[in-house]
């Protein structure tokens, strides 16, 4: 049996570049796929592989010193999800392109981050204080067009690069003083959000434990999440149950689908929603009406 595991940890780490080699010889040697990138900063994984080969993984990687306390999240997939084994050395486990005094961690995580809270908690705030608790969607927007808290409020972010300057605007100014819950797929992107947000005046932020994954995994679809969730690997998609809702909608029809597309102008191959009928045309496997008219004058010149 095949799974996938996710997992991320902030923790100070001296040689990145040691770190490194080692995981990719680790994961080499047990036949595992998937993308793992390691900084200063700590470890952001996903891979996929046998059930046994994953346990050996996380009881090899656990040894390292700054990694015993961290969670994995098993998800469905494997192995042929990905087409190689990668590991990089980033500057940032996130690429928010922040300067290097935005955010630090110490042996704890992020310092000056969010509150962490459980599933459960998460419906205890709601319940208790209603209103005054914002969710606060920490992916970029084409992400939260398929699935979402019910309510959410989604930043207007193509990439993690936008988070910063959303942040400094002042389109958050009315929520600033109220319950903040930011969340992201895993985790890994909140608790830098969390931080980036305290530091521009909201008061109270929290953070979901385990992202949206460990959500789904308490809840599925009879919670405060509705509709799918975008993954980043040939799965794209994954739903949490049968019962999970559409919400998405084709860019053509606006019909509701979760069906990701790239434009078909290699120009601008923006990742858009297209449902399975406007696919079966091929004039509208494309973005907009300009992309196809540009893709056609490519095609003469």
């Not at 049996?1 to 080499?28: A, H, N, R, V």
């Not at 969670?71 to 940032?92: A, I, Y």
């Not at 040939?234 to 019909?255: L, P």
Request: charged share 35%; hydrophobic share 30%; with cysteine.
């Amino acid at each position: 049996m095949q799974k996938i595991l996710l997992y991320y940890k902030f923790t100070p780490i001296k040689d990145p570049e040691t770190l490194k080699l080692w995981q990719k010889t680790l994961c080499d040697s047990l036949n595992l796929r998937g993308r793992i990138l390691v900084s200063r900063h700590g470890i952001n994984g996903t891979v996929g592989g046998e059930m046994d080969d994953l346990k050996k993984y996380i009881k090899a990687t656990k040894q390292f010193e700054g990694f015993k306390k961290t969670v994995f999240k098993w998800s469905e997939g494997g192995r042929e999800d990905f087409p190689r084994m990668s590991v990089k050395h980033r500057r940032e486990l996130v690429g928010f392109k922040a300067s290097d005094d935005e955010y630090d961690v110490d042996d704890k995580g992020i310092i000056g981050g969010g509150t962490h809270i459980k599933p459960k908690q998460l419906h205890e705030l709601v319940e208790k204080y209603g209103d005054d608790v914002v969710f606060f969607d920490g992916r970029n927007a084409h992400e939260a067009s398929i699935g979402k808290f019910k309510g959410a409020v989604v930043p207007n972010t193509n990439t993690s690069r936008d988070f910063i300057s959303e942040l400094e605007s002042d389109k958050y100014d009315d929520i600033k003083d109220k319950k903040v819950i930011t969340y992201c797929t895993g985790g890994i992107r909140c608790e830098v959000i969390s931080s980036m947000m305290k530091k521009r005046g909201f008061k109270d932020v929290y953070q979901i434990d385990g992202g949206i994954v460990k959500y789904g995994e308490a809840y599925k679809d009879d919670g405060l999440w509705e509709g799918s969730l975008r993954v980043f690997d040939d799965r794209m998609t994954v739903e949490f149950s049968d019962r999970a809702k559409t919400i998405g909608e084709c860019v053509h029809c606006q019909g509701k689908t979760s069906n990701y597309e790239n434009c078909a102008w290699v120009a601008c191959n923006d990742l858009v929603l297209i449902c399975e009928n406007c696919k079966a045309d091929e004039s509208r496997l494309f973005h907009t009406d300009n992309c196809r008219n540009k893709a056609k004058i490519g095609a003469t010149a």
